[in-house]
């Protein structure tokens, strides 16, 4: 039990609809995958007490009313009207790159006379420019930006949030970064977990000697993040034009070295041989736009989260998405995140992220908000505390103005969301 400061009682009353990832899962078995993935428990006319910042009960209205009145005092409850709207779990954004200071507006008015963004990326734009500002930033500035996008995320139904650095991409400013994150999440009510991303590309000054930029990251970098403990994740951008399979490997066992966990980006342009990376048991692997047979059979194997970032996708105005029946099919754990950053994904908002995924990679919103939440928080490794509305689980929950959950992804950039609940406590 925490400190009595924390012993404040919430009853989300009148809830409409309640809905959640369904009950009828082991989380400790592993992410959902197959029908785990498409099964969502819902109660009609609910409510849901939570004390101590962890939910008590959730389930028909009478019930938990009448349970709550006998645990709590009617003085010391607090009591919030959901005026029939709908209660979901609190999303779990699982990738987003929030330490950044500038747009990228140049290179948006580039994409759209028509360079792709790789095209960019080598003509100096895309990940390089951004490094140039985060290099010239204070902590300060960072803080503010990272602040400004977890309220903005708090605001449309995000409780926890996977942040990376990878925009310093040298010792001091990728601590800078790291410290920053830190720093706004000890302010900030919701759940982080940092990714240290400093290969994210090689920076300019190794252009030609990118086996001494990876030996900085591993022996120099790392070393000083897992010793400040300023991360949780190691990522790397395995792709072309970013980093090799060999250099992700070696970067993983750097990792592995000094305990973290690790996760990649990876499928974004071109296939990876994911069966390579097996040893390291990654959380998660993300985008997958290409991924080949062998790739698909790995994944169906293990527990690897799969996180689908379709904003990247639609953003850069690609036709193509990855193949969701495909990967649901053979039994891929499938997570839904925003991908937040300046290049590829400007968006804070997960039920947009869950338009993009029902309307253009055709998943179910049942998938979705599985998809949204419990693997999102599977990818985390948090899925015994968070992404689904349980018993003895932490209170994050988000509240929707609308009368059935797959509303969240059919009004598109609707801005529903009208009150969240991080830890027990209320964010209207
Ligand atoms: O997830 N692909 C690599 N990283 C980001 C893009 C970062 C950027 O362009 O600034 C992504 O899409
Ligand atoms: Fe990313």
């Known amino acids: 039990m925490r400190g009595t400061e924390l012993a404040q009682a919430l009853l989300l009353d009148n809830i409409g609809q309640l809905a959640t990832p369904t009950a009828n899962w082991d989380d400790r078995a592993g992410p959902r995958r197959g029908n785990a993935m498409r099964e969502v428990d819902i109660v009609p006319e609910a409510a849901v007490f939570c004390r101590d910042g962890e939910i008590v009960f959730a389930g028909p209205r009478e019930e ?10 009617a003085a010391q409850l607090i009591r919030f009207d959901c005026d029939a709207g709908v209660v979901i779990p609190g999303f779990c954004d699982s990738h987003t790159h929030p330490a950044f200071v500038l747009p990228r507006l140049t290179d948006f008015e580039k994409r759209i006379a028509g360079a792709t963004y790789e095209e960019i990326a080598l003509a100096g734009g895309g990940i390089k420019s951004s490094v140039r500002s985060v290099r010239e930033a204070s902590q300060a500035e960072l803080e503010e930006q990272i602040e400004f996008a977890f309220r903005q995320m708090a605001l449309q139904g995000t409780t926890t949030v996977e942040a990376k650095s990878g925009y310093g991409l040298d010792l001091a400013s990728e601590l800078k970064s790291l410290r920053a994150i830190r720093n706004v999440a000890n302010r900030w009510a919701g759940t982080v977990y940092a990714t240290f991303l400093g290969a994210h590309v090689v920076p300019a000054e190794y252009k030609e000697d990118r086996a ?3 030996r900085v990251v591993c022996e120099e970098m790392l070393p000083r993040v897992a010793e400040e403990r300023l991360a949780d994740f190691v990522d790397v951008f395995c792709e072309r034009g970013a980093f090799t399979e060999s250099e992700t490997e070696q970067i993983f066992a750097a990792a592995k070295r000094h305990r973290l966990l690790v996760r990649a980006h990876v499928g974004q342009f071109t296939a990876a041989a994911l069966q390579r990376f097996s040893d390291y048991h990654p959380a998660s692997f993300d985008h997958l736009d290409y991924v080949d047979e062998a790739g698909v059979d790995w994944l169906s194997a293990h527990n690897t989260v799969v996180t689908l970032v379709p904003g990247a996708n639609f953003f850069l105005g690609q036709k193509g998405y990855p193949n969701v029946r495909r990967l649901m099919d053979a039994g891929v754990p499938l997570a839904l995140a925003t991908d937040y950053n ?11 992220v869950m338009s993009l995924a029902c309307t253009q990679m055709k998943m179910s919103p049942a998938e979705a908000l599985v998809a949204a939440t419990i693997n999102g928080a599977h990818a985390l490794c948090c899925a015994d505390r968070k992404g689904s509305i349980q018993p003895g689980k932490d209170a994050d929950l988000a509240v929707f ?10 009004w598109i950039a609707g801005d529903l969301c009208l009150a969240t609940v991080i830890r027990g406590e209320l964010i209207a």
């Open 342 to 352: 300046p290049g590829t994904s400007p968006t804070l908002s997960m039920p947009f």
């Open 212 to 214: 001494e930029y990876v």
């Open 64 to 73: 938990v009313v009448r349970r709550a009145e006998a645990l709590v005092d």
């Open 401 to 410: 103005g609308v009368d059935d959950y797959r509303e969240i992804p059919y």
